[in-house]
């Protein structure tokens, strides 16, 4: 097996941390970094566990990773929505018993002569991305998390004399531990650093079907009704051979009948088009559109709006749409 070394101090490092049990006196908004040595990238130190519910720590990483933790911490994100959950961009560090590991995380532990006993022992350690199932540890994301757990374990132990080490000179500066090379190895250091600006997403907006839509505005007519229309990450992975995915998952509902006209499965990337391609084949096959569109996310909104323009139908953005998030529920039951 490869990277034993890298895997032992891991598992180190992390026992060190359980040890000084630090949801006792710390909270989640106690927050500090670790720079990553290879890359410059910030993880930001979450403790978890203060109401005694999950024990570890969340590594959110960069600026990304950061605003997934305040969106969630804020409320903003209330779980309604499957795409909700698919914002946290992290690594993460929980103790668990046996029974929550899987196969390859006990064949390290076998590999490494590891024993633990008890309740919520057991290190378990996984990598969180947008839009994809919770996995295993790559080589580089192991090496980085070594260093964020020991670096961890200093600031943790400063923590705990002096919470005072943790408040920052200015308003969103964050304390980091930063490293630089030298003759024996990395030196770290501290410094109050900003988040790096978050890099707003940019929706591909691809062209429209015009001679479908031009079918569309010769054979079809406006009803005086309203559609729901979701575009959101399907509730359940799928992928074989590999780190599984949350693909993307459309439904189209009309409020008043509550009944599902629609629904279709993307994948998470290049799904822009035949998104498109389902609503005005839906419209084209039924003969009727609406004369009003509720969405719930401005992604969705954009992606619509070249079709609702040229059909003049008013979108509305909502902050839930009741009959979609009625129907999401009842699918997720039979997952």
């Known amino acids: 097996m490869e990277l034993l070394t890298e895997w032992r101090n891991l598992y180190e490092h992390a026992q060190k941390i359980r040890e000084v049990e630090p949801w006792q006196f710390m909270e ?87 024993k633990f006993r008890g309740s919520n022992r057991w290190p378990l350690f996984r990598s969180y991305l947008p839009g994809y199932y919770p996995w295993f540890l790559n080589k580089e994301e192991v090496i980085f998390l070594s260093h964020v757990l020991e670096q961890a374990v200093l600031v943790i132990d400063r923590f705990d004399k002096d919470e005072r080490i943790l408040t920052a000179p200015r308003q969103d500066q964050y304390l980091v531990r930063s490293s630089e090379s030298g003759p024996s190895g990395l030196k770290w250091l501290d410094q109050w650093m900003e988040p790096a600006p978050q890099r707003k997403a940019v929706v591909p907006i691809p062209q429209i079907n015009e001679l479908l839509l031009h079918k569309i505005k010769k054979g079809s007519s406006r009803l005086q009704s309203t559609w729901e229309i979701e575009l959101c990450h399907a509730p359940f992975p799928v992928g074989e051979g590999g ?65 609702a323009d040229a059909l003049d139908i008013k979108i509305k953005l909502l902050k839930t749409l009741p009959g979609v998030s009625v129907a999401l529920k009842e699918l997720s039951t039979f997952i």
């Open 28 to 114: 989640e908004p106690d927050i500090f970094g670790v720079q990553n040595p290879v890359n410059n990238e910030i993880g930001y130190c979450c403790v978890m566990g203060g109401l005694g519910e999950l024990l570890g720590m969340a590594i959110y990483l960069g600026a990304e990773g950061l605003e997934g933790y305040r969106k969630m911490a804020s409320g903003e994100i209330t779980g309604e929505n499957p795409s909700d959950m698919m914002v946290q961009k992290c690594l993460m560090v929980t103790f668990e018993n046996r029974d929550c590991l899987e196969k390859e995380d006990l064949a390290v532990i076998k590999k490494l002569g590891l």
């Open 243 to 307: 780190r599984p995915f949350y693909p993307y998952f459309s439904m189209i509902l009309d409020t008043d009948s509550k009944y599902i006209l629609g629904s279709n499965v993307f994948p998470l990337t290049e799904y822009e088009t035949d998104f498109q391609e389902q609503i005005l084949t839906l419209i084209e096959d039924r003969g009727v559109f609406p004369k009003e569109i509720h969405v719930d996310r401005e992604e969705v909104r954009s992606l619509i709006a070249p079709i």
